[in-house]
T-cell receptor, first 114, second 114 residues
């Protein structure tokens, strides 16, 4: 059974810092890995999706990497801003089976201080 | 303009009651999902429908019955509500249940059982 772990559970940084969020998963047979952002009282917003054959994806100040063999992914946020404060969730989709349901980590709650 | 919309946003009800949550997506997607987020913010898949057919049914009590009248709608009916059903329920959709397309989430329905 796939398990997804995110470290740290919470992170507080001053504005302008670069930071890294970590995600690990136990079963390396994945189809893809997604990073989401969740704001309080809101749903999830998809940030980046990395296919199993890819090593990284970039969108603006965000860069996500994937090392499937070691079961790890990182989300790098450059020049953090207070508006980046949110909970960041990592989720993986299984590499086999008839459906691609996501298995989520418990998230990293990020606070960027002005 | 809302892509995935859920109603109601908040639902407060007594134990033992029956309630429904509605979900609609206007993205033209063919796959829809229901997730449950517990008090520890852990998200877990409940059901998935592709073209109105059930493709995922995780270990969920049979008091929960999803219904998909068409591809754009996936409603969740819950019978005999229990205290443990208190959570945030998220609806999501994607194009293809076997693809590398990201899932789009609604803002959630906060269910509180008294």
């Amino acid at each position: 059974k796939q398990e997804v772990t995110q470290i740290p559970a919470a992170l507080s940084v001053p504005e302008g810092e670069n930071l890294v969020l970590n995600c690990s998963f136990t079963d390396s047979a994945i189809y893809n890995l997604q990073w989401f952002r969740q704001d309080p009282g809101k749903g999830l917003t998809s940030l980046l999706l990395i296919q199993s054959s890819q090593r990284e994806q970039t969108s603006g100040r965000l860069n996500a990497s994937l090392d499937k063999s070691s079961g790890r992914s990182t989300l790098y946020i450059a020049a953090s801003q207070p508006g980046d404060s949110a909970t960041y969730l990592c989720a993986v989709s299984p590499g086999s089976g008839s459906a691609r349901q996501l298995t989520f980590g418990s998230g990293t709650q990020l606070t960027v201080l002005p | 303009d809302t892509a995935v919309s859920q109603t109601p946003k908040y639902l407060v009800t007594q134990m033992g009651n029956d309630k429904s949550i509605k979900c609609e997506q206007n993205l033209g997607h063919d796959t829809m999902y229901w997730y449950k987020q517990d008090s520890k913010k852990f998200l877990k898949i409940m059901f998935s429908y592709n073209n109105k057919e059930l493709i995922i049914n995780e270990t969920v009590p049979n008091r929960f019955s999803p219904k998909s009248p068409d591809k754009a709608h996936l409603n969740l009916h819950i019978n005999s509500l229990e205290l443990g059903d208190s959570a945030v329920y998220f609806c999501a959709s994607s194009q293809g249940h076997n693809s590398n397309q990201p899932q789009h989430f609604g803002d959630g329905t906060r269910l509180s059982i008294l």
